[in-house]
T-cell receptor
Framework: DQQVKQNSPSLSVQEGRISILNCDYT??????FLWYKKYPAEGPTFLISISSIKDKNEDGRFTVFLNKSAKHLSLHIVPSQPGDSAVYFCAAASGGGADGLTFGKGTHLIIQP | GAVVSQHPSWVICKSGTSVKIECRSL??????MFWYRQFPKQSLMLMATSNEGSKATYEQGVEKDKFLINHASLTLSTLTVTSAHPEDSSFYIC????????????FGDGTRLSIL
């Protein structure tokens, strides 16, 4: 039973436009959410996180939104750049991350020139 | 930013061999390190949580006698896959966090393990 779901295996966005990656979760005990970016043959790189006491966190071109009632979070990238092409993983944790992360399967974002 | 080094990046060995994978936090002291495994087209799955100086906590379904974890210092954790078999072939990746409490985990680049 997958507790973190990324229903879009891939997403294609034109350069300069907004990329929106979605993630749903089922475990109501999750209180900390993260987005990671991964290139082939490399480990995931931390992008941005949000705790359950907030509904929005922004860092430069990246914004994460959390809707606790819907158990949904999204990552917005604006404007999208060619270097953003990668696989993006949504991850969730409970207890502030003490128990490790539960990952989604990832969304492959392709930025088209 | 926080750097985690994992070695080796690729291992090919015969069935029955034991393989050791090292995970080092290079520029911070990691109170906790985690080991994950990823099969093709699947998510990263947590295998175990390792705290310095204490026994690792394994996730359900992960054999602790098969996957030996040692966390001898605040900068080094090792995963040993004992008597590896082809079904153990996978991508193993570690992460480290300097303190627990809404802090992001920082990942190594992973180890591709192929057992012939």
């Amino acid at each position: 039973d997958q507790q973190v779901k990324q229903n879009s295996p891939s997403l294609s966005v034109q350069e300069g436009r907004i990329s929106i990656l979605n993630c749903d979760y089922t475990n109501s005990m999750f209180d900390y959410f993260l987005w990671y970016k991964k290139y082939p043959a490399e480990g995931p790189t931390f992008l941005i996180s949000i705790s359950s006491i907030k509904d929005k966190n922004e860092d430069g071109r990246f914004t994460v939104f959390l809707n606790k009632s819907a158990k949904h979070l999204s990552l917005h990238i604006v404007p999208s750049q060619p270097g953003d092409s990668a696989v993006y993983f949504c991850a969730a944790a409970s207890g502030g991350g003490a128990d490790g992360l539960t990952f989604g399967k990832g969304t492959h974002l392709i930025i088209q020139p | 930013g926080a750097v985690v080094s994992q070695h080796p990046s690729w291992v090919i060995c015969k069935s029955g061999t034991s393989v050791k994978i090292e995970c080092r936090s290079l520029d911070f002291q990691a109170t906790t390190m985690f080991w994950y495994r990823q099969f093709p087209k699947q998510s990263l799955m947590l295998m175990a949580t390792s705290n310095e100086g204490s026994k690792a906590t394994y996730e359900q379904g992960v054999e602790k006698d098969k996957f030996l974890i040692n966390h001898a210092s605040l900068t080094l954790s090792t995963l040993t896959v004992t008597s590896a078999h082809p079904e153990d072939s996978s991508f193993y990746i570690c992460s480290a966090v300097w303190t627990v409490g809404n802090q992001p985990q920082h990942f190594g680049d992973g180890t591709r393990l192929s057992i012939l």
